[in-house]
């Protein structure tokens, strides 16, 4: 988190957080579109199910470390970058849950007191 004097840290461009948090597939399927490879060609190539890789693309299922490695090899996108994406995108989207953040912040209430 940047931290700048006199600023209110969650005001600071590189620190908002989107509304929406954005699935590794959204960025995997714009990519795939933009080279002109089919999700079934991609598929067949990667030795996965069709099905299975057009769920990750339409954002119904996460990239796994396997998923991530073979997209790597098929694709030259870093497997890194996409399992943090998938990360950021599963703590983002729990942090959205109200059942949740209210669980959290018993948690915190009961750990005050130790």
Request: aromatic share 6%.
């Amino acid at each position: 988190m940047i931290k700048i004097e006199g600023i209110d840290s969650h005001m600071i461009a590189n620190n908002l957080t989107p509304y929406e948090p954005t699935h590794p597939g959204e960025v995997l399927k714009e990519e795939i579109e933009f080279r002109g490879i089919s999700q079934r060609k991609l598929a067949t190539q990667m030795g996965v199910a069709y099905s299975v890789l057009n769920e990750v693309l339409n954002c119904k299922r996460p990239v796994t470390t396997e998923y991530a490695l073979l997209l790597e090899a098929a694709l030259g996108i870093e497997a890194e970058m996409l399992l943090k994406m998938q990360s950021r995108y599963n703590v983002q989207t729990i942090r959205q849950n109200k059942s949740w953040n209210d669980r959290l912040a018993e948690i915190r209430k009961a750990t005050a007191v130790l």
